[in-house]
């Protein structure tokens, strides 16, 4: 017999041109939700109100003023524990989380692992729990955020970790990013017959007006191609478009990243 588990329960919430504000819900309190990186408070607020939630917690990332932006104004509505990376740009943490600790709201019967995931920013971590990851902007559907702060040394091994995490995890990012990133998936792989799907398939989500996320690391290892440095016609792809035969997987996606930097589809 399979195990049957109840996924988590988890609303979007749109903010700014294209963020997504995550609201999960409590098991044991489903009018109870924890969120993760409000950027903006009022479309946060609004849902709340829609829909008779109650806000018990924050979770945060990392410190880009779109994930962090309205943990001010939420706390102004009523104070709940913030919980985030240990870095001193974000003022208004409750407890910083470091990796490998355990972020246990027992009443709301949820527990998360937080994972350091340097890369995009230096502090950048994600949570990790009930078959769910929020990874902020380090990996997104078909890509991954780019180096602000971190090498891409750091990235590489980022993306290897929660790439190694079971296949049915549910991927929650902050950005929908998903058709443009496949656009750059296909230049690298147009042969990938699980990206080709893929494509339609976000594109009649998105017509609909319907987020792609979440996504799962099973199909982030097909369709990815941060996530594929060590597939052989992703190197050759990389290796063609620097002009240059390359080192390790991490000078591959080095390369990859580079390539997408300055990728228009
Ligand atoms: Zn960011």
Not at 12 to 21: E, K, M, S
Request: charge should be negative; include cysteine; proline fraction near 5%.
């Amino acid at each position: 017999m399979s195990k049957i588990t109840n996924p988590l329960q988890v609303r979007a919430v749109r903010a700014f041109t294209d963020n997504y504000i995550w609201l999960i819900a409590a098991p044991t309190a489903p009018q109870t939700v924890i969120a993760v990186d409000p950027g903006d408070a009022a479309p946060v607020a609004a849902e709340l109100e829609r829909s008779g939630l109650s806000l018990a917690a924050i979770l945060l990332t990392h410190h880009h003023a779109d994930h962090i932006g309205g943990v001010a104004a939420l706390q102004a509505r009523g104070s709940v524990p913030v919980i985030g990376p240990d870095d001193a740009r974000i003022s208004l943490l409750t407890r910083s989380v470091h990796d490998g600790e355990r972020v246990d709201f027992e009443d709301l019967g949820l527990r998360f692992e937080v994972l350091a995931v340097p890369g995009h920013t230096t502090s950048h971590i994600a949570f990790w729990g009930h078959d769910a990851l929020f990874c902020g902007d380090t990996l997104f559907s078909a890509g991954c955020g780019r180096l602000f702060e971190g090498t891409a040394t750091e990235m590489n091994h980022s993306l290897q970790r929660l790439a190694a995490l079971p296949g049915h995890t549910r991927v929650y990012c902050g950005h929908e990013y998903t058709a443009a990133n496949l656009s750059f998936a296909l230049a690298v792989e147009p042969g990938n017959a699980a990206a080709l799907e893929y494509r339609d398939t976000v594109a009649l989500r998105r017509a609909a007006d319907l987020p792609s996320l979440p996504s799962s690391l099973a199909l982030e290892r097909d369709v990815n191609p941060f996530l594929r440095c060590a597939h052989g016609p992703v190197r050759a792809a990389a290796e063609q478009h620097a002009g240059a035969a390359l080192g390790d997987d991490t000078a591959v996606f080095a390369a990859l990243r580079g390539w997408k930097d300055g990728f228009r589809a």
